[in-house]
């Protein structure tokens, strides 16, 4: 069982805007950053959103990040085929003393 | 740009051990921590064990504990995970990673394409 908990799924149409949660605890969200990871089907994972809300350059703008307390959350807007993936929060954890991952979530576009 | 290429992945059994490398390029490696994460076929991420810039702090989650060495050498710009006492739940693809900080921060903006350890007897 993963330290932070995201839905095992999620879904939308082309162009419209989806988010995925991301909720842990004082151990880990609400003491540290949150990276966001998109992993293409048979691709190693990428970096997508790290330090809560930035992104790398290479990244758009479609993908944002927040975080509130113990939760965060990755929206996508504007969806793309491409967008088909699965997404993974992680945050540093005190009692792992390492990165913590969340379960991942797979996107689909419909 | 940064690239990591693991090898020394197979097949072996139970009980057995394993060496993985790491060859990273790209980069000034020895500025940077590096770490390795698994994911067992079809499931998540799991991050695996982390070490500093200069090999001086090193961290290991707690089911590879006592079980599994990282080390480095910054002068052959190589990263390792020694793997004893391998367990069929070790099986899994092995991601060597590149940290954003010289110190375990657990940001990683480097993957490689990972490599495929299979313990079964």
């Known amino acids: 069982q993963s330290a932070l908990t995201q839905p095992p799924a999620a879904s939308g149409a082309p162009g419209q805007r989806v988010t995925i949660s991301c909720s842990g605890s004082?151990?880990?969200?609400?003491?540290?950053?949150v990276n966001w990871y998109q992993q293409l089907p048979g691709t190693a994972p990428k970096l997508l959103i790290f330090?809560?809300?930035q992104r790398p350059s290479e990244v758009p703008d479609r993908f944002s990040g927040s975080k509130s307390g113990t939760s965060a959350s990755l929206a996508i807007s504007g969806l793309q085929s491409e967008d088909e993936a699965d997404y993974y929060c992680?945050?540093?954890?005190?009692?792992?003393?390492?990165?913590?991952f969340g379960g991942g979530t797979k996107l689909t576009v419909l | 740009d940064v690239q990591l290429v693991e090898s020394g992945g197979g097949l072996v059994q139970p009980g057995t051990s394993l060496r993985l490398t790491c060859a990273a390029s790209?980069?000034?490696?020895?500025?940077?921590?590096m770490q390795w994460v698994r994911q067992a076929p079809g499931k998540g991420l799991e991050w695996v064990s982390g070490?500093?810039?200069?090999?001086?702090?090193?961290h290991y989650a707690g089911s590879v504990t006592g079980r599994f060495t990282i080390s480095r050498d910054n002068a052959k710009r190589s990263l390792y995970l020694q793997m004893s006492s391998l367990r069929t739940d070790d099986t899994a693809f092995y991601f060597c990673?590149?940290?954003?900080?010289?110190?375990?921060?657990?940001?990683?903006?480097?993957w490689g394409q990972g490599i495929l350890v299979t313990v079964s007897s």
């Open positions: 004082t151990s880990n969200i609400g003491s540290y950053t």
């Open positions: 330090s809560d809300n």
């Open positions: 070490v500093s810039w200069n090999g001086g702090a090193k």
């Open positions: 992680a945050a540093w954890d005190d009692s792992l003393n390492g990165p913590v």
């Open positions: 790209g980069f000034k490696f020895d500025d940077y921590a």
């Open positions: 990673t590149k940290d954003i900080g010289s110190y375990t921060s657990g940001c990683l903006d480097g």
